[in-house]
């Protein structure tokens, strides 16, 4: 009985799929010129959500596979077969046969002739965050419903007639002020104009105090439509409470998020609240929706056009003190691993920093992967046994996908670091220029083995820990009580392996001591930001609320002598 059983399993995991083909047009209507970028085709045993939003690295999603298309014409069929990459499955010959939800979109590229000679072509953000469902422009199709079967037949047709409109800027209030800059030092590494954004909140009594001048706390984190989290109006007391969360297992979230925001209003424009800025950047580019705040060889110079260019013009158009003492960072997640690393590179510039479950900040702990002593990211060293390496888990440990599970995931959406995805910006930044103009892999995307080279640059140039360790007796005297980090011990991410390596160097460093604060939430997920009695659902809708104070208190005890405490105090 046992052997029979086997036996049936093995068939049915071998059966042939469906060698079956798809042609992809679209008309004069949608563009009159070729068109470059990244075709995906998704497959979806639903359409209670467009297929096209039914792919994630859990359990519960459904097919898609790309292919690069390059000067692609109106009315001109472009197949999509089994040289396609798909996921999570690889091939569409190995889809099973049945009823599936067809659809397609074409996430488009652009071409730029960079400063270094190279010419990319790369999906420019357009105000939406780098997001391929939402890009204004992006065409795609209605779905439709087919059937696979498996005798091949003709291809199937799949017309492209939607396009996505474009996006709302959102408009100026009392409190929050949106601003755009053109920057020089991005314009001239991209060949063309690059412009940076920032959403600012100004402080209760800004109108009417025209003396005062103000410290300034950047709130680092992902693409910000808007200044999130606060609102002047509180949410319909009607308001429905049957959604549920499944990332917190509660129902009602929507509204806890709307509360907050006006909680947040009222403590903001309270009598005793602390009178400062609070700016959020707008910097997503061609590889994600954001920078990480640093000086990258593909990205560009967006550390210094951030510290140099954006900061200084925010302070003179809002009355910002415009000095390192006065200036604070903080956030969460990549806005976590921007607080520090931007403190680390600009020390004399930020008087501190609040980073809450980080992104790697050691490279012996990049997630779970050891990128000096392992040689594959997917599967641990093994002469024997291939175990693969976890890539998201819950707060018990119950592990929701792979390394390679998230991995594949974006190789489907685009290839040469293409695909706006968590593990292909970090390659985007970290890596040096690959010959082709691309970033260098770190790991071979479909084999995972570990290139030892770009992890010695990454080594040299981002591993946060290791550049502390190697500059501390020039870095320690300027960070000295700057370094804050929190972070749950179950992140989702194992982001807390790193901060625990960190928490092992500055707990133990001398010449100077390091003065600042490495904390942990129990059985806390991602986004832990140090409030101990505090769920993480609660605790990180309150970044502002709870930093603030803090932030007031340092930048006080560490001002120069001379400097203004006073006239923004009110």
């Not at 409190?175 to 053109?182: A, E, N, P």
């Not at 403590?267 to 990480?292: C, G």
């Not at 390192?324 to 520090?340: D, K, N, V």
Request: charged share 20%; aromatic share 14%.
């Amino acid at each position: 009985m046992k052997t029979n059983l086997l036996l049936v399993l093995f068939a049915f995991c071998v059966l042939p799929g469906v060698a079956q083909t798809f042609s992809v047009t679209y008309t004069e209507k949608l563009s009159q010129k070729p068109l470059d970028g990244r075709l995906m085709l998704f497959l979806a045993k639903s359409n209670a959500q467009e297929p096209r939003r039914q792919i994630s690295d859990d359990a519960d999603t459904q097919l898609m596979f790309g292919i690069d298309v390059n000067q692609w014409k109106p009315n001109q069929p472009m197949i999509v077969d089994d040289k396609a990459f798909g996921y999570p499955i690889q091939r569409i010959s190995q889809v099973p046969a049945g009823e599936y939800y067809a659809q397609v979109l074409l996430h488009k590229y652009e071409t730029f002739h960079r400063a270094d000679g190279h010419v990319v072509h790369l999906p420019m953000d357009r105000g939406e965050g780098q997001q391929f469902n939402d890009a204004p422009g992006n065409v795609y199709s209605i779905p439709v419903k087919i059937t696979l079967k498996k005798t091949t037949k003709q291809p199937f047709q799949l017309l492209i007639t939607q396009e996505v409109p474009p996006i709302t800027p959102p408009k100026d209030t009392k409190y929050i002020k949106h601003i755009r800059i053109k920057s020089e030092l991005l314009s001239k590494f991209w060949g063309r104009d690059m412009y940076l954004g920032a959403h600012v909140l100004l402080p209760e009594g800004f109108d009417t105090h025209p003396e005062a001048h103000y410290p300034l706390a950047v709130f680092h984190g992902h693409f910000p439509a808007d200044f999130s989290g606060f609102s002047e109006t509180p949410p319909p007391a009607d308001m429905k409470t049957d959604d549920y969360s499944a990332r917190f297992h509660i129902y009602g979230y929507n509204k806890i998020v709307k509360d907050e925001a006006y909680n947040f209003y009222k403590q903001w424009t309270s009598k005793d609240f602390p009178r400062m800025l609070i700016v959020e950047i707008q910097h997503a580019n061609q590889f994600y929706d954001d920078s990480y705040a640093v000086n990258s060889a593909n990205l560009g110079p967006y550390g210094d056009a951030i510290t140099y260019e954006l900061i200084p013009y925010i302070e003179k158009q809002f009355r910002g003190i415009g000095q390192g003492w006065a200036r604070f960072l903080y956030g969460g997640s990549t806005g976590g691993w921007e607080a520090l690393a931007a403190q680390i590179f600009y020390p004399d510039e930020y008087n501190g920093c609040f980073a809450a479950c980080p992104d790697p900040i050691s490279f012996q702990a990049y997630t779970a992967i050891d990128l000096y002593k392992f040689s594959n990211a997917y599967y641990y060293d093994s002469p024997w046994k291939k175990t693969a390496i976890p890539g998201k888990r819950d707060y018990l440990g119950t592990v929701k996908c792979t390394v390679e599970d998230m991995n594949y995931h974006e190789l489907a959406i685009g290839d040469k670091s293409r695909s706006g995805g968590q593990w292909d910006i970090w390659e985007a930044v970290f890596s040096p220029i690959g010959k082709d103009g691309y970033p260098q892999r770190i790991f071979d995307k479909k084999t995972g083995v570990i290139d030892k080279k770009v992890a010695e640059y990454w080594k040299e140039h981002f591993d946060l820990l290791h550049i502390l360790q190697r500059d501390w007796a020039v870095l320690g005297p300027k960070l000295q009580g700057k370094i804050h980090i929190y972070c749950g011990d179950m992140d989702n991410y194992y982001l807390n392996n790193a901060v625990y390596l960190m928490e092992d160097f500055l707990k133990n460093v001398k010449n100077p001591t390091y003065d600042g604060e490495v904390a942990y939430g129990d059985r806390a997920e991602h986004c832990w930001n140090g409030d101990p009695n505090q769920p993480n659902y609660i605790s990180r809708l309150r970044y502002n609320t709870m930093y603030l104070p803090k932030i007031l208190k340092r930048i006080s005890l560490a001002a120069p002598k001379g400097a203004d405490l006073t006239s923004w105090k009110y």
